[in-house]
C-alpha cells in the first residue's frame, strides 16, 4: 500500500507569499494517479489537480501541480487571503483505493 | 450544477447503526462511469476514504472497515446510503460523500459534509 507524506505539516506564510507544499509517495506512482484537494471548515471539499498536474475546473492559475515518480509538488504564487486552508493529496490505485496524506495547514503568518 | 448534500444524525450512541443518506443532483447514477464515495474525516486527523457505489451497482469498501460498512443506491431518488455498525468514539468526525465521473479516479465533486459525534 502506498504511503503519502506530506510536508510541511504547518506552513506559515503572509498574503502575497509563494506557498509550496510537498507530497512523498512511499513507492513510485509514476505521474498519474495524483491528487490535490483544498479544504476549508464548514465548506465543501475542492479538487485543485488531478494526474498531478491537471488543473481542476475554476482552479486559478496562481496553483499549480508538478512531480512524478515519488516528488509532488503544489505550489501557490501570491497567495490570496482565500488560500489559507488545509491541503492533502491522494493516490489512487486500482479497483478501489484511495489514499491521503496526512494534509499540510497553510495558516496566515 | 452537481451538488451533492450529507444527511443523518449529529449524534449516535456506542455499538448503534449510523445511516448517512447522500442526495444528489446535476448528474445520474444510472449514467455509465458514475460513481459515488463515501469518506470521512476525524477532528485534527486526515481524510479516510470509506466506500463506492457504482453505476452499475459494483461496490467497494475498505479493506480496514468492510465488516461494518454497507453501501447501497437509490437512482430513482438520486441518493446513496451508507451505514456503519457498531460506531465507536473514535467513528466520530465529518462524513463527506463525493462524486468520481466517467473516465476519472478522482473526487471532482464533495458535499459539505455531516458532523457525526458518538457518545452515550
Known amino acids: 500500500e502506498i504511503v503519502l507524506t506530506q510536508s510541511p505539516g504547518t506552513l506559515s506564510l503572509s498574503p502575497g507569499e509563494r506557498a509550496t507544499l510537498s507530497c512523498r509517495a512511499s513507492q513510485s506512482i509514476g505521474s498519474s494517479y495524483l491528487a490535490w484537494y483544498q479544504l476549508k471548515r464548514g465548506q465543501a471539499p475542492r479538487l485543485l489537480f488531478y494526474d498531478a498536474s491537471s488543473r481542476a475546473n475554476g482552479i486559478p492559475d496562481r496553483f499549480s501541480g508538478s512531480g512524478s515518480g515519488t516528488d509532488f509538488t503544489l505550489t501557490i504564487t501570491r497567495l490570496e487571503p482565500e488560500d489559507f486552508a488545509v491541503y492533502y493529496c491522494q493516490h489512487y490505485d486500482s479497483p478501489a483505493m484511495y489514499t491521503f496524506g496526512q494534509g499540510t495547514k497553510l495558516e496566515i503568518k | 450544477q452537481v451538488t451533492l448534500k450529507e444527511s443523518g444524525p449529529a449524534l449516535v450512541k456506542p455499538t448503534q447503526t449510523l445511516t448517512l443518506t447522500c442526495t444528489f443532483s446535476g448528474f445520474s447514477l444510472s449514467s455509465s462511469g458514475m460513481r459515488v464515495s463515501w469518506l470521512r474525516q476525524p477532528p485534527g486527523k486526515a481524510l479516510e476514504w470509506l466506500a463506492r457505489i457504482d453505476w452499475d451497482d459494483d461496490k467497494f469498501y475498505s479493506t480496514s472497515l468492510e465488516t461494518r460498512l454497507t453501501i447501497s443506491k437509490d437512482t430513482s431518488k438520486n441518493q446513496v446510503v451508507l451505514t456503519m455498525t457498531n460506531m465507536q468514539p473514535v467513528d466520530a468526525g465529518t462524513y463527506y460523500c463525493?462524486?468520481?465521473?466517467?473516465?476519472?479516479?478522482?473526487?471532482?465533486?464533495w458535499g459539505q459534509g455531516t458532523l457525526v459525534t458518538v457518545s452515550s
Open positions: 463525493a462524486r468520481i465521473i466517467y473516465g476519472g479516479w478522482h473526487f471532482d465533486s
